[in-house]
């Protein structure tokens, strides 16, 4: 996935390929994870993602989510419409190191504000990382709500990741 990650960025494969690859490594992983679990592999660390309260779409998330997953990363997909209160309780459940929204509406991305408020009125801001993207975001609207951080892909958003919990 790291080289198909590479080529789409290079613009030699497009999101359709992306996909197919990434479904093609789910399918690995799936009959994988069994044994992985016994064996000695370290996780990447725990990753909650979802999309934005008022927006259902997931294809980009989704995306996200199996390039995390083949990164290493352990991902709890909380699915489209999470409200900020959902992002906290699965804060709370499943005790995260990062959050990825998404939002692909610009008239969801003050749910993302919202969410980064409500994670600073539970006391959990300082716990978890807060990593932001879907087409409409920008770093300059990360730095704004204070994210931790944003990336442009789904490539990117795994980099991304990385370097936070680093
Ligand atoms: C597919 C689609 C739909 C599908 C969604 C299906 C689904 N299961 O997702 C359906 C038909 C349901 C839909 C509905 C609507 N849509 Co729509 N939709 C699109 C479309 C064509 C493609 C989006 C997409 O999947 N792109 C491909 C993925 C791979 O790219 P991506 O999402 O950007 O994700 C990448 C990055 O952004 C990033 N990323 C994404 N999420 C995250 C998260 C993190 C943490 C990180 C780090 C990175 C990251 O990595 C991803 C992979 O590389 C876009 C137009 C477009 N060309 O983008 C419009 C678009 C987003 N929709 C739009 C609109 C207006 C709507 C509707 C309001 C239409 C209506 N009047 O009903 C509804 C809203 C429904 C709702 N409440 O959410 C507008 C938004 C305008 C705006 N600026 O707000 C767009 C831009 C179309 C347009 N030009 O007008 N839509």
Known sequence: MAEVGR?????????PEMLIAARAMQAGMNI??????????????????????????????????????GAGFEVVDLGTDVSADAFVSAV??????LIGMSALLTTT??????????????GLRDQVKVLIGGA???QAFADEIGADGFAPDA??????????LA
């Open 7 to 15: 080529l789409f960025e290079e613009g030699e494969m497009f999101v």
């Open 32 to 69: 994988l994870k069994p044994h992985l679990a016994e064996g000695e592999i370290v996780s990447a660390g725990k990753v909650i993602i979802g999309t934005v309260a008022g927006d259902l779409h997931d294809i980009g998330k989704n995306l996200v989510g199996m390039m995390m997953e």
């Open 109 to 122: 991305m003050p749910s993302m504000t919202a969410t980064v408020e409500a994670l600073t009125e539970a």
């Open 92 to 97: 709370g459940e499943h005790g995260p190191d």
């Open 155 to 164: 490539s990117s958003a795994t980099r991304a990741a990385k370097a936070l």
């Open 136 to 138: 409409p975001v920008t």
